[in-house]
């Protein structure tokens, strides 16, 4: 599920979802962003469910890139050993820069830092 909180952070939510489920999320998620064409702050979930398959980690390099350019800062939480390594050759690769966090309040406490001090407001 893609939603946003009422502090603008964008949620893609993975948990249960299969390869196919997951690339139907980014593309609905990354459709929104481009509609929006707004700097956006992104907090993605997985749980022991999710697979960073080959497909999908093709599907995240090459489709739909231009909406990367207007997520400022993303978090990403429910990541296992093995995917966080991943994430990292996934940000050298890219050139991109998710952080993983161990709780869902430590990332959104990451991406609202930087949101209120991007808004102003510290």
Known sequence: MTKKTEKDILIIDFSDRKE???IEL???????IAIQNIPQYALVIFNEK???TPKFMKFLRTEQTEANALIVRQAIVGL???QL???KGYNLITNRNIKAFSTKAEAIE???ADKQSADGKN
């Open 80 to 82: 296992s050993k093995t």
């Open 110 to 112: 990451y991406l609202l």
């Open 85 to 87: 390594i991943i994430l």
């Open 20 to 22: 196919d489920q997951m």
């Open 50 to 52: 999710n697979f960073f």
């Open 26 to 32: 980014i593309i609905e998620s990354r459709n929104s």
